[in-house]
């Protein structure tokens, strides 16, 4: 057995970097992004979010978003204010969306993200067990 075996805790994904999905992601119905300053404050629906990031449809506001660009944004569950201060960059613009990545995330911030995605593939793996049993009957 090699001596760094139980010492090397280090994980290596084929692909690395390059790789176009490093996180799960799910479809949050009523989840929104919020943009901006309380008194010019822009809300935009989300079509999918990870621990890693977010995409959101820019309705109207495409030209606002540029390749890069730095942003704070925050997410709206119901209308209700989940998570604020969320430092991203713009990694994507085009064909209806904005994808941004995650930058910076303290622990609080990367725990309620995780207990989100978390919290959705559970329902998502309950509808499909009801769904196929359904279809058994």
Known sequence: MPDDFLTDYSLE???????????YRVRVPGLKVSIGEKDEELFFPVLDLSVKGVAFDPVEYVREFVEGTEIELSLWLRNKLYL???????????????????????????LCLDK??????KKNISLIKKRRNAKNK
């Open 13 to 23: 994904y084929p692909g690395g970097q390059n790789q176009r999905r490093q996180a």
């Open 116 to 121: 989100l995605v978390l919290e959705v593939q």
């Open 84 to 110: 604020s201060l969320l430092k991203a960059k713009v990694v994507r613009v085009g064909n209806g969306i904005v994808a941004c990545r995650f930058q910076n995330l303290d622990y609080r911030q990367e």
